[in-house]
């Protein structure tokens, strides 16, 4: 996955080859006739074209021989620690809330899975699926199913010291796009497959999404 920068640079780039050719092939400058003046001369928009052609032809070269020559460089964000990437604002639902109080909490902060907390400490998580497959399904009423009742219980969870790189794998493996932070049993973060993404390399995150969505 590219940045949008590097897409950007990338195109201009394709657009300077393209208008070469056609110089070198006997034709004409492309550039320079879409964007001729009335006196013949290259006017402003063609030099400006051409100004970001060469700026994104000299951007891609930079990034390859970086790429090529430095490739620790590129990849050094995904080994940071999960703590840099997690998120600390918390939402949580208790074992005794209702299926309906979680079912609002995860459409008011757009998510898929709630940890399920008590007295600080992670105990479960539910996830939409638990509440579709587990209340909806079964023509259970969601104001009186505790979520005791349908959350799951096998935790899948990484540290804060942990590193970003194990955390994408975990994701991947396991095929989640949100892990609790716990430590010494306490849940202390998340961390969502965007938030991961702001700090590991493009293709790595590239590979871990492919790899949830199968």
């Given at each position: 996955m590219l940045r949008p920068f590097d897409?950007?640079?990338?195109?201009?780039?394709?657009?300077?080859?393209l208008n070469w050719l056609s110089v070198a092939a006997g034709k004409f400058d492309l550039v320079a006739e879409a964007t001729r003046s009335r006196h013949g001369k290259p006017s402003l928009a063609a030099r400006a074209v051409y100004g970001a052609v060469g700026a994104g032809a000299l951007w891609s070269l930079a990034r390859l021989i970086e790429q090529e020559a430095?490739?620790?460089?590129?990849?050094a964000r995904a080994d940071?620690?999960?703590r840099e990437a997690m998120t600390a604002d918390l939402a949580s639902v208790?074992?005794?809330a209702t299926a309906a109080?979680?079912?609002?909490?995860?459409?008011?902060?757009d998510v898929g899975s709630l940890p399920v907390v008590e007295a600080g400490r992670l105990v479960g998580v539910v996830t939409d699926r638990d509440l579709a497959l587990r209340v909806v399904a079964e023509g259970r009423d969601p104001n009186v199913v505790r979520i005791d009742e349908i959350a799951s219980r096998e935790l899948v969870t990484v540290e804060p010291d942990g590193k970003l790189d194990e955390?994408?794998?975990l994701m991947a493996k396991r095929q989640v796009r949100r892990l609790p932070v716990v430590e010494d049993g306490r849940l202390v973060g998340i961390l969502a497959q965007a938030?991961?993404?702001?700090?590991?390399?493009?293709e790595r995150t590239g590979e871990t999404v492919?790899?949830?969505?199968?």
């Open positions: 897409l950007a640079a990338r195109s201009l780039l394709i657009v300077g080859g430095f490739p620790r460089r590129s990849r940071g620690h999960v208790e074992p005794s109080e979680a079912a609002r909490l995860l459409a008011e902060r955390a994408l794998h938030d991961v993404a702001q700090h590991a390399s493009d492919e790899r949830i969505s199968r």
